[in-house]
């Protein structure tokens, strides 16, 4: 099972979003560039996350989008669904892949499917941004982007 790239890059993006934003809204061209995901697809993603009240934009000069909630009330898993991104192993989704009933195997994959999304959503934006591994990852691209974190890259 892999996540498409839709969910990835929403994820992506509002982690990006949660470390800069603590300094004013953030421009989806600064994300698009930094994190090099494409502007367009941005702007249908954001569209999405924006209905799921995960952002809100900012208008006028300094404008872009922020965070419409705290960073530790924000799942991972919320922002795959806010994406119509669906965590699913199964052999079709529904119980009649065989034929008008469930398969053999049909059990083992929903029960993989629950499991993927129970991790995904117990997991913040916070937690994960807190994380040794991530902050390494952000001081190394902010670093390579000449971007600056607002104080401390804990977003608590």
């Not at 083992?108 to 993927?116: A, D, Q, T």
Request: hydrophobic fraction near 40%; proline fraction near 4%.
């Amino acid at each position: 099972m892999r996540l498409s790239t839709k969910g990835r890059y929403a994820v992506t993006a509002m982690m990006d979003l949660a470390i800069h934003a603590p300094g004013g809204p953030v421009t989806l061209a600064d994300i698009s560039r930094c994190q090099s995901i494409s502007l367009s697809y941005l702007e249908q993603l954001f569209s999405r996350l924006r209905r799921k009240d995960l952002v809100r934009g900012v208008r006028g000069p300094g404008g872009g989008y922020v965070l419409a909630r705290p960073a530790s009330d924000i799942t991972i898993a919320a922002i795959v669904a806010a994406v119509d991104e669906k965590v699913d192993a199964t052999c079709g989704g529904d119980a009649d892949c065989d034929e008008q009933s469930p398969c053999l195997t049909h059990d083992l994959w929903c029960g993989l499917s629950k499991r993927i999304y129970e991790f995904l959503d117990s997991i913040s934006l916070e937690e994960f941004l807190n994380r040794p591994s991530i902050q390494a990852v952000i001081r190394r691209q902010d670093a390579m982007h000449n971007r600056s974190t607002i104080g401390s890259i804990s977003v608590r």
